[in-house]
């Protein structure tokens, strides 16, 4: 099975300040890595298919790179609806496999 | 509007049977890949199974360690999948999402609904 490790697990932001987060693959994923957002008492919301699109409806703050093995989700100007848990997802290879989230929380 | 909505969780005793099911509308549930994905207490999230459409012969997948005790489902004619889970363990306590998979990512989630195993 595919793992996926995130980093960091916690990450305390300021409003406004550009932030990335990390999702690397034990093995390539060429570029069928997801991200998704979970705010408290909350499904799972897809924000980036395919390593890099955007998806309607998400705000343009948020992107995402990568291939291979190594991804990041970039938020430029984080805001405070953004302190969420932010889970990547690969779907290269069944069983399908989630990253254990990364938590942004207020510094 | 796409619309998912899961019932049929609670309290269960371990060694006991649940069977989720999910109504779904708002787009073509015939051509849908289904899948359950579910909630740990932790907060891992956790894909189960999943099941084809009908032009890919309703073929299904598990995830290892629930293939035998889990049964996915589907009824196109009331656009609803289901989740059959037999000897039900106090590990399998989490929350049960019901999702679409648009070519192998999640794009609509339900709400979930709560299972707890616990004697």
């Known amino acids: 099975d595919v793992v996926l490790t995130q980093s960091p697990a916690t990450l305390s932001v300021t409003p406004g300040e550009r932030i990335s987060l990390s999702c690397r693959a034990s093995?390539?994923?060429?570029?069928?890595l997801h991200w998704y957002q979970q705010k408290p008492n909350e499904s799972p919301r897809l924000l980036i298919k395919?390593?890099?699109q955007s998806i309607s409806g998400i705000p343009s703050r948020f992107s995402g790179s990568g291939s291979g093995t190594d991804f990041t989700l970039s938020i430029n100007g984080v805001e405070l609806e953004d302190l969420s848990i932010y889970y990547c997802?690969?779907?290269?290879?069944?069983?399908?496999?989630f990253g254990a989230g990364t938590k942004l929380e207020l510094k | 509007e796409v619309q998912l909505v899961e019932t049929g969780g609670g309290l269960v005793q371990p060694g006991n049977s649940l069977k989720l099911s999910c109504a779904t509308s708002g787009f073509t549930f015939s051509t849908a890949w289904m899948n359950w994905i579910r909630q740990t207490p932790g907060k891992r999230l956790e894909w189960l199974a999943q099941i084809e459409d009908k032009s890919n012969h309703y073929f299904i997948s598990y995830l290892e360690s629930v293939k035998g005790r889990f049964t996915i489902s589907r009824d196109d004619s009331k656009s609803s999948v289901y989740l059959q889970m037999n000897n039900l363990k106090e590990e399998d306590t989490a929350i049960y999402y019901c999702?679409?998979?648009?070519?192998?990512?999640?794009?609509?989630w339900g709400p979930g609904t709560m299972v707890t195993v616990s004697s």
């Open positions: 999702t679409h998979n648009n070519y192998w990512y999640f794009d609509f």
């Open positions: 093995e390539s994923v060429d570029t069928y």
């Open positions: 395919y390593a890099s």
């Open positions: 997802q690969q779907g290269n290879s069944l069983p399908y496999t």
